[in-house]
């Protein structure tokens, strides 16, 4: 029995896939990456400034590792849950995000470091505020300290964005943990490498406190480092570590 042309058209039509809504594919995610950043960097900041239990790096360890993990639990589907100038870099090189969302998604998290450090600074006490330069990093006091910085970071963020990279986007390795995996990853570095570089690993968690407190002393290692581990990852994953369709070589 044939069906009528309408009926077969409204089937064909049903049977296809419909495409995500512009909102969804370009709002909604930088949206995303606004709020995740700004209640990221809002608990991180506050963590600094309000650290006067003699806890040492702990209490910030934990707080930076939690807020992330469970920031990009949350947000992770919406906007891929980057938060970070840095991991969005390396996303895109190794094919996990559009080239035409890496100049939004970078605005969004600057613009959410702002807010996050200025409700950091709202809340906070002035005299310890003051004492923590609003969370900013503070961790260099001479120009022999550099190298050390730098490389700490760069080998810091590298771990994180390999975390990301392969939990979230290497199809041999991707898993549902992945952000508890990268909670767990910036809550180790913290402690291993808090008293080298301050362990940064963020653009934008350096970007926000440093421009409401507005200290800006050696703040371009908390830059180039984690934008030079972005792109050392992504060569890793793109010529050695990814599967088929994320290598670009021996295929």
Request: aromatic residues 8%.
């Amino acid at each position: 029995m044939c069906l009528p042309l309408k009926e077969v058209l409204d089937m064909d039509i049903q049977s296809k896939p419909s495409q995500p809504h512009w909102y969804e594919r370009c709002v909604q995610p930088c949206v995303a990456e606004l709020l995740g950043s700004a209640l990221f960097i809002f608990i991180g900041c506050l963590s600094v400034v309000e650290d006067t239990g003699g806890t040492g790096r702990l209490q910030p360890a934990l707080a930076h590792g939690l807020a992330l993990g469970l920031t990009v639990a949350v947000l992770g589907d919406i906007s891929g849950g980057h938060l970070n100038p840095a991991v969005s870099l390396a996303m895109w090189l190794v094919g996990g995000l559009n080239i035409t969302m890496l100049i939004p998604y970078w605005l969004c998290q600057l613009c959410g470091g702002m807010m996050g450090a200025g409700l950091a600074k709202a809340v906070a006490a002035s005299e310890r505020y003051i004492n923590a330069s609003g969370g900013a990093f503070s961790s260099i006091t001479a120009d022999e300290q550099i190298p050390a910085v730098l490389v700490g970071e760069i080998t810091m963020t590298t771990f994180l964005i390999l975390v990301a990279c392969m939990g979230a986007v290497n199809g041999r390795t991707k898993t549902p943990l992945a952000p508890f995996c990268i909670g767990f990853t910036v809550t180790v570095n913290i402690l291993a490498g808090g008293g080298v570089s301050g362990a940064c690993m963020n653009p934008a968690r350096a970007f926000g406190p440093a421009l409401v407190a507005n200290y800006w002393d050696y703040h371009w290692v908390y830059w180039v480092g984690p934008m030079v581990a972005a792109l050392l990852v992504s060569v890793l994953v793109r010529l050695l570590l990814g599967d088929r369709t994320t290598r670009l070589l021996l295929k």
